[in-house]
């Protein structure tokens, strides 16, 4: 997932200035790196995308995030747009779907 978003982004001129394996991570390269926006998978090892969100916007509120995942179920969905995340796009991505997102959450 991140090889296949970091080529879409970066055929559109996006900088990719992290990646994260896990939800620990992801949480420490955010406060390291402080990014304009961030993908993230709900489902990764050591901690899920949905509780890394929420910890992320409990310190940085203003934070951008849209969520992927392959389970396009419309209970998850919620919980991520709850959790804050901007958007929400399912595996397979679209780049005109990742495109659409990322310049809606950037604006």
Same mark, same amino acid.
């Given at each position: 997932? !991140?090889?296949?978003?970091?080529?879409?982004?970066?055929?559109?001129?996006?900088?990719?200035?992290?990646?994260?394996?896990?939800?620990?991570?992801?949480?420490?390269?955010? !406060?390291?790196?402080?990014?304009?926006?961030?993908?993230?998978?709900?489902?990764?090892?050591?901690?899920?995308?949905?509780?890394?969100?929420?910890?992320?916007?409990?310190?940085?509120?203003?934070?951008?995030?849209?969520?992927?995942?392959?389970?396009?179920?419309?209970?998850?969905?919620?919980?991520?747009?709850?959790?804050?995340?901007?958007?929400?796009?399912?595996?397979?991505?679209?780049?005109?779907?990742?495109?659409?997102?990322?310049?809606?959450?950037?604006?």
């Amino acid at each position: 997932m !991140r090889m296949t978003l970091n080529n879409i982004l970066h055929k559109a001129h996006h900088l990719v200035v992290g990646e994260a394996e896990n939800g620990r991570a992801a949480i420490q390269l955010y !406060r390291e790196l402080k990014p304009d926006l961030v993908t993230m998978d709900i489902s990764m090892p050591e901690m899920s995308g949905l509780e890394a969100i929420k910890l992320i916007r409990t310190d940085f509120p203003q934070a951008r995030i849209i969520m992927c995942s392959a389970m396009g179920q419309q209970k998850i969905i919620v919980q991520a747009i709850e959790a804050g995340a901007k958007d929400f796009i399912v595996k397979p991505f679209d780049d005109c779907r990742v495109l659409d997102a990322i310049n809606r959450a950037l604006k």
